[in-house]
C-alpha cells in the first residue's frame, strides 16, 4: 500500500514537471539524453570509439615498424540503423563490465586463454555510446562480426538477443575449437544460444534492398568477412574487419603470418578490389588508427 502512495507520489510529480515545461517562455527545452531511437528514414552509420589496442610486434604482419605510421590501432564498432530495423558489427577488445568509466582513458590489459598478452586504451563503454544515442542492446535486431578474434568479440553477448549473422564454418570454428588465432570464448559464449541465421550465399542481403550486405572474405579466419553499407550522401562505404590492419599490408602487399590461410587472404582481398572497383565503395580498414580518427564519431553520423 505505502509503495502505492511513492507510486502515485512520483506520477504526480513526474506530470507537474511535463505541465511546468512550457512555461518557460517557449525556450526549446533539450530533449532527454536517453530517449529511444526511431527508426531513421534512410540508413544511418554510426561509428562507435571502441578503443585503441597497441601492438609491439610488427613482424606478425609482415611489416616492420618503418612501413607504418603508427604502430597502434584503433577499434570502431558500428551501428547500421535501417529504416526496417539494425546491425551492430564487431563489439571491441575489451568487454564493458570489466571496467569502470572514469572519463579518462584508461588502460585495459588483456590476456589471452594462450597466455599472450594485450593493451588497450579504453575511455567510453559501447553500451554509453549507443544509450548516448537512444539505443539499449536490447533493441538490436541484428548482430555480424566480421570475425572471432577477441578485439572484435568482446561485447557479443551484450547482443544475444539479436539475430546473429554468421558463416557455418566461423561458428564451427567459435564452439569447437578449430580456431586460428587469439579468441576469448567468454565474450561470445551466449551467442551459441542466440537466434541464427547461418549465410550460405558469398553475398548477403540482410534488409532485403541492396544497402546493407554482408560479404565472405575468408582467410583471416574461415568465415571471415566485410560489410558494405550503401548511404544516400556518402555513397559505398565497405567496412574491412580484418582484412587489412595496416593501409601498408595494402600498398606494400603483405599477408599477416597468423592468418587461417594466407592464400585464402589473397583471394579475398582480389575479390573485394573487384568490389569496390563494381560498386564505387569507399575502404574502411578498421584498424587504421590514422584513417579512423578523420572519420565521424557517434553521436555524429554517416548517412
Ligand atoms: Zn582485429
Known amino acids: 500500500m505505502k509503495r502505492n502512495v511513492i507510486g502515485l507520489f512520483l506520477v504526480a510529480a513526474a506530470a507537474a514537471l511535463v505541465f511546468s515545461a512550457p512555461t518557460n517562455g517557449g525556450a526549446q527545452t533539450a530533449p532527454p539524453a ?3 531511437a526511431q527508426p531513421p528514414r534512410s540508413v544511418r552509420l554510426y561509428l562507435f570509439d571502441c578503443g585503441v589496442l597497441h601492438n609491439a610486434d610488427m613482424g606478425r604482419f609482415n611489416l616492420k615498424k618503418e612501413d607504418v605510421t603508427t604502430t597502434d590501432m584503433s577499434m570502431g564498432c558500428f551501428l547500421i540503423a535501417h529504416p526496417k530495423g539494425n546491425l551492430i558489427w564487431d563489439t571491441g577488445a575489451i568487454p564493458d563490465d570489466s571496467w569502470t568509466p572514469n572519463g579518462r582513458m584508461t588502460t585495459q590489459h588483456v590476456t589471452l586463454p594462450d597466455g599472450q598478452k594485450r593493451d588497450a586504451d579504453v575511455d567510453k563503454t559501447l553500451r554509453a555510446q549507443l544509450a ?8 538490436i535486431n541484428f548482430l555480424a562480426l ?18 546473429w549473422l554468421v558463416r557455418q564454418v566461423e561458428r564451427d570454428a567459435m564452439f569447437g575449437g578449430n580456431f586460428s588465432g ?3 570464448p567468454s565474450t561470445f559464449s551466449a551467442l551459441q544460444k542466440s537466434k541464427t541465421i547461418i549465410i550460405k550465399t558469398d ?3 540482410v534488409f532485403g534492398d541492396g544497402s546493407v550486405i554482408i560479404k565472405s572474405a575468408p582467410g583471416h579466419t574461415q568465415g571471415h568477412q566485410v560489410l558494405y553499407v550503401k ?4 555513397g559505398g562505404v565497405v567496412l574491412s574487419g580484418d582484412l587489412y590492419h595496416y593501409p601498408a599490408e595494402k600498398t606494400l602487399d603483405r599477408v599477416p603470418t597468423f592468418e587461417f590461410s594466407q592464400e585464402q587472404t589473397r583471394a579475398s582481398r582480389v575479390a573485394v578490389d573487384a568490389f569496390l572497383k563494381k560498386t564505387g565503395a569507399q575502404l574502411w580498414i578498421q584498424h587504421d588508427f590514422e584513417g579512423n580518427a578523420k572519420l565521424k564519431k557517434s553521436p555524429q553520423f554517416y548517412e
Do not use: M, V, W
Open 34 to 36: 536517453q530517449h529511444k
Open 132 to 139: 548516448e544515442i537512444g539505443y539499449s542492446p536490447s533493441d
Open 146 to 163: 566480421s570475425h572471432y578474434h577477441y578485439d572484435h568479440t568482446a561485447n557479443a553477448n551484450q547482443f544475444a538477443s539479436a539475430t
Open 182 to 184: 587469439s579468441l576469448q
Open 203 to 205: 553475398e548477403y542481403d
Open 231 to 234: 548511404l544516400g550522401k556518402t
